[in-house]
């Protein structure tokens, strides 16, 4: 499973928003944040826009805005000090700040607290400094728990992927009963696939269930790639299901009559094989009339087709 949008409900909120330099205007690094976050489609990039505090960042003005997929945001401004150069402003992941040179080791009782309650933690900067740290939970969907649990109960192992802290990761997990071995963080959505390469390597049949457009190399290389009803298109496209119902609760059925299925296929080619290896010699050596075999034909596809309509009574 991925995490959010699939196991959560993809609608993430600002739960805390905390300076970390107290030499710059928070309410301007607050507006700062929503303007550089507006122009992303990023679930945590539209939660930070949305935000109240976000009226008067549309009259900043950035150059060279680019997103780095799973990663976050980036853009420079020029700097207050007009005989330096421009400011290189950032919003995005912990672990990408730090590999840019921001010191984030003031933060880490911030980052703790929140991480253990299953926030995710991202942070502003500008050039190496950091401004400020911001935490938004995004909850479980109601049902997940007994969806999984269905699942297990079918013999299923549970993996979740997810681009979060490990430690944000295994707060979620440890609600739905995921073992903390089946816990993937802090994937770039490009590994996605090479996860699901490395189980089906170990011999294992892999169904992988997302909805984002990152999602879509992982739902391509699954032997069972599964769409969510608010999947982007690129996801529905590289999927092999999509689910027409809100929320997760029909994956269980899903998984449980294309099984169903499958066993009354191989069921009515054993029975058409079957039967023909045997009513034909019969018919060609005289021992059947024509009207017999008729019949016998007859009679042998309604065997076919009502064993097929037991499919619409399956139970759930």
């Known amino acids: 499973f991925d995490k959010t949008g699939t196991l959560t409900q993809g609608k993430p909120e600002v739960a805390a928003f905390e300076s970390f330099n107290e030499s710059v205007d928070f309410d301007h690094v607050k507006k700062m944040t929503a303007s550089l976050s507006a122009k992303s489609n990023h679930p945590l990039s539209r939660a930070i826009a949305s935000m109240e505090w976000a009226e008067g960042g549309a ?30 402003v950032r919003l995005g992941s912990l672990n990408w700040l730090r590999g840019q040179g921001v010191a984030l080791g003031a933060s880490d009782a911030f ?8 926030a995710t933690v991202v942070g502003f900067s500008v050039n190496q400094n950091l401004m400020a740290l911001l935490a938004l939970k995004d909850l479980i969907k109601p049902k997940a728990f007994k969806v999984l649990e269905r699942l297990r109960s079918k013999g299923w192992a549970i993996h979740m992927v997810t681009g979060d802290h490990k430690r ?32 089906q390597d170990r011999g294992e049949r892999v169904a992988f269930i997302g909805d984002g457009i990152n999602d879509a190399p992982a ?42 299925t499958l066993r009354t296929i191989k069921q009515n080619l054993f029975w058409a094989f079957f039967y023909n290896a045997a009513a034909i010699p019969l018919a060609m050596f005289g021992f059947m009339s024509p009207l017999l075999c008729a019949a016998a034909m007859g009679f042998s596809d309604v065997l076919v087709i009502g064993n097929s309509l037991r499919l619409r009574w399956l139970k759930k």
């Open 168 to 199: 944000t990761a295994s707060a979620i997990a440890s609600e739905l009963g995921i073992e903390d071995s089946h816990i993937h963080a802090e994937v770039k959505p490009e590994q996605k696939a090479t996860i699901i390469r490395d189980l």
């Open 59 to 88: 009259d900043i003005d950035w150059n060279d805005w680019t997103e780095h997929s799973g990663l976050g945001v980036q853009a420079s401004r020029s700097s207050d000090d007009e005989s330096a150069q421009d400011d290189l």
């Open 111 to 118: 980052q703790k607290r929140w991480m253990e309650q299953g």
């Open 219 to 260: 739902l391509e290389q699954a032997d069972l790639g599964i769409a969510v009803s608010r999947a982007s298109d690129i996801a529905r496209e590289a999927s092999d299901m999509v689910l027409l119902k809100a929320g997760i609760d029909a994956i269980p059925e899903a998984l449980n009559l294309a099984k169903s």
